[in-house]
Nanobody, 123 residues
Framework: QVQLVESGGGQVQAGALRLSCAAS????????MGWFRQAPGKEREFVAA????????DYGDPVTGRFTISRDNAKNTVYLQMNSLKPEDTAIYYC?????????????????WGQGTQVTVSS
């Protein structure tokens, strides 16, 4: 069983935040890791994903060029650097793990989820 714990959320007025996702098991070193977000009244949407090597990444269109996903397998941790934040980025951000080698944009393809961390961006 893998437990994921997000941290780093908060309230900002534009600017940047860095989210972290710490995993309880070394197994995630062989998993694809992803970030999703869910705003009130909306579906959970794909934000970013990263392969085991950390070299191959994928981003959702709304965050491309502003957000960066990375991972430190030695620390069992995945990060999401969020720059140029906008009010529309306000959401609960979830870390997720997929027990295969290829990233996916579909939330149904991820078997492990964290509890989420709130990000609020005011104008």
């Amino acid at each position: 069983q893998v437990q994921l714990v997000e941290s780093g959320g908060g309230q900002v007025q534009a600017g940047a935040l860095r989210l972290s996702c710490a995993a309880s098991a070394r197994a995630i070193r062989t998993y694809v890791m992803g970030w999703f977000r869910q705003a009130p009244g909306k579906e959970r949407e794909f934000v970013a994903a990263i392969r085991v090597s950390g070299i191959t990444t994928d981003y959702g269109d709304p965050v491309t060029g502003r957000f960066t996903i990375s991972r430190d397998n030695a620390k069992n941790t995945v990060y999401l650097q969020m720059n140029s934040l906008k009010p529309e980025d306000t959401a609960i951000y979830y870390c997720a793990a997929r027990t295969t080698t290829w990233p996916s944009r579909q939330k149904e393809d991820y078997g492990y989820w964290g509890q989420g961390t709130q990000v609020t961006v005011s104008s």
